[in-house]
């Protein structure tokens, strides 16, 4: 019932969430970030999970000119993303069952939208379609670690928690941290955003 009010909720704003003030406030940063770091892994084919109206997904296929998924469970930010790119293989999917086959990708992203999933099922299935030398690369939410503390979110199983208990939770799940950093944008001065890399141990579908 809470996914599909998300869902619902999502399809209802659909219709400003490209506002280009909110876009370059609040999101932007956080796409700048990934490209960042996809510059520098340099993968041949992308998922982007929980990818919204697509702009990140769209600006990736731009860029790179790899293959490219984008995948949005709500129709109504989906449509948007189908309007802005036909480079991209839109799917209206969940992070928890994505419609790819195993190991077929070499990246993983996914902006402002973990704290939405089922976390060990979506990392279970990222881990499913990444090739044995993929990564995944995720813009979080998360919460000062005195926030935490004060709402009982610092436990290992809190879907919006701290970068510490993100990055130990990813452990547990079969990867590898290779970093993480903070997003610099004004939302921090209450939630601050992480960027964090981490490569699959044995990635699910290499075998």
Avoid at 55 to 73: M, N, Q, S
Avoid at 99 to 104: D, I, M, Q, R, V
């Amino acid at each position: 019932m809470a996914r599909q009010f998300v869902t619902r909720f999502f399809d209802r704003v659909s219709g400003i969430y490209d506002a280009p003030a909110l876009q370059r406030s609040v999101y932007r940063p956080n796409h700048d970030a990934v490209v960042a770091v996809l510059q520098q892994m340099r993968p041949t084919s992308v998922a982007d999970i929980g990818c919204g109206t697509g702009v990140l997904t769209a600006r990736i296929a731009d860029e790179f000119g790899v293959t490219v998924h984008g995948c949005d469970p709500s129709p109504g930010l989906l449509a948007k993303g189908i309007a802005r790119s036909s480079k991209v293989s839109w799917h209206e999917a969940s992070a928890e069952r994505l419609p790819l086959e195993n190991a077929s990708v070499d990246a993983v992203t996914s902006t402002e939208a973990f704290h939405f999933f089922d976390q060990p099922a979506a990392l279970a299935e990222f881990r499913r379609v990444l090739r044995p030398s993929g990564f995944i690369v995720i813009a979080s939410f998360n919460l000062y670690p005195w926030i935490a503390r004060l709402t009982g979110r610092d436990h290992p199983d809190a879907p919006l928690t701290t970068a510490k208990v993100l990055s130990e939770r990813i452990t547990r799940c079969g990867y590898t941290v290779l970093g993480q950093w903070p997003v610099k944008r004004f939302t921090r001065i209450w939630v601050p955003t992480t960027l964090t890399l981490a490569r699959p141990n044995s990635p699910a579908g290499s075998a």
